[in-house]
Each structure stands twice: as structure tokens, then as C-alpha cells.
T-cell receptor
Framework: GENVEQHPSTLSVQEGDSAVIKCTYSDSASNYFPWYKQELGKRPQLIIDIRSNVGEKKDQRIAVTLNKTAKHFSLHITETQPEDSAVYFCAPSSGGSYIPTFGRGTSLIVHP | NAGVTQTPKFQVLKTGQSMTLQCAQDMNHNSMYWYRQDPGMGLRLIYYSASEGTTDKGEVPNGYNVSRLNKREFSLRLESAAPSQTSVYFC????????????FGAGSRLTVL
């Protein structure tokens, strides 16, 4: 099955700094690359995703970049705010599978 | 449109007791999933149902059973609860329309004493 790793496991930044979380995967057939955000005590929710035919996607302060050759994709958050504090999960999958494989999560802490 | 609804939100069991976690979605999604979440372990798949009438084991199925009652409902049963099953359980659904976009329920916190 797919092997997914996220780095770092914990990321601490000051408000206003940028944050980058990287997800590496093993299945070359993967073609869908989402990021989920889980606030403390809440459910995971999709915040941004990208398909394999696109290299980068932006939505206000967040962006996702994809490097299919190297089999990794990254979440970029600019101008971080305290409300960005959460655990972020990547969950790549291929079109032929119903099962996304979740990374172990990255805990982002934004200090005011 | 409630999305994915899980019950109960909290439950305390004694070792050996049984219980069923209920999950229903009103989005006409084809696939449904049960995950457990433990500190530092991310989301681990227990069972999934690719479509109505089918169920398959995930990464950690031991000690659990599931039923896809109809397209809307997917239940998770613990026949004889063990302390190792203390966890937060999430149900999720997926329309499976070219991308695996999961919508999660609010979670069920289970404690087994």
C-alpha cells in the first residue's frame, strides 16, 4: 500500500511567519493530493487540494505545490495567524482506489 | 443538510461490554469509512464500504465489525470492548467522483475501563 510521511511532526512559528509542511508518498499512481486541517477537539476538514495535472494551487494565504517526479507535495501558509494553529494531515490517493492514506499529521503552533 | 452525523458523541464502557457507533450521511455519497484517532498515530482506517452492500477491512480491523445498512448508514460495532479500543472514532463519507474528498463526522470519544 501507499507509504505516506509528513515532516515536520511539530512546527512552531511566530504570528506573521510562513509555515511549510511536506508530504512524501510512495505510489506513483497517486493523482489527488489534499490537505486537511483539524482544530483541537474538532473533525478534520479539507482546506485545499490539487490534482496531478497541476503544479501549484493557491487560496488566499494557503497554497499547495506538487512535485510528482520527487513524489512529494507541500502545504504553504503565509502570514500565519493564531487561528492557523491545528494539526494538518495530507492524504494522497490514486483514482483507482477509494482509500486515501493519511499521514501522521503535523501540529502547527502559531505564537501571538 | 447535516452532512455526516455520528452518535453517540461520548461513551464509557467496561471491558467486555458491547456497543454500536452509528453513522449517517445525507449527501448521497457512495463510500463510507470508519477511522480511529489516537495521539501521535494520525487517522487509522478500521473498515470501509466502497459502495452499498460491500465492506472491507482497513489497517486495524481486529475487534470491530461493521454494517452498511443502506446507502446512508454505516455502523461500527465493538463486540467485546477492550481498553486498547479507547480512542476517538470518526466516520467519513466520500462521493467518489474522481477524487477522494472525505467529509467527516464530529467524532465519538470512547473510553473503555
Amino acid at each position: 500500500g501507499e507509504n505516506v510521511e509528513q515532516h515536520p511532526s511539530t512546527l512552531s512559528v511566530q504570528e506573521g511567519d510562513s509555515a511549510v509542511i511536506k508530504c512524501t508518498y510512495s505510489d506513483s499512481a497517486s493523482n489527488y493530493f489534499p490537505w486537511y486541517k483539524q482544530e483541537l477537539g474538532k473533525r478534520p476538514q479539507l482546506i485545499i487540494d490539487i490534482r496531478s495535472n497541476v503544479g501549484e494551487k493557491k487560496d488566499q494565504r494557503i497554497a499547495v505545490t506538487l512535485n510528482k517526479t520527487a513524489k512529494h507535495f507541500s502545504l504553504h501558509i503565509t502570514e500565519t495567524q493564531p487561528e492557523d494553529s491545528a494539526v494538518y494531515f495530507c492524504a494522497p490517493s490514486s483514482g483507482g482506489s477509494y482509500i486515501p492514506t493519511f499521514g501522521r499529521g503535523t501540529s502547527l503552533i502559531v505564537h501571538p | 443538510n447535516a452532512g455526516v452525523t455520528q452518535t453517540p458523541k461520548f461513551q464509557v464502557l467496561k471491558t467486555g461490554q458491547s456497543m454500536t457507533l452509528q453513522c449517517a450521511q445525507d449527501m448521497n455519497h457512495n463510500s463510507m469509512y470508519w477511522y480511529r484517532q489516537d495521539p501521535g498515530m494520525g487517522l487509522r482506517l478500521i473498515y470501509y464500504s466502497a459502495s452499498e452492500g460491500t465492506t472491507d477491512k482497513g489497517e486495524v480491523p481486529n475487534g470491530y465489525n461493521v454494517s452498511r445498512l443502506n446507502k446512508r448508514e454505516f455502523s461500527l460495532r465493538l463486540e467485546s470492548a477492550a481498553p486498547s479500543q479507547t480512542s476517538v472514532y470518526f466516520c467519513a463519507s466520500n462521493p467518489v467522483s474522481g477524487a477522494n474528498v472525505l467529509t467527516f463526522g464530529a467524532g465519538s470519544r470512547l473510553t473503555v475501563l
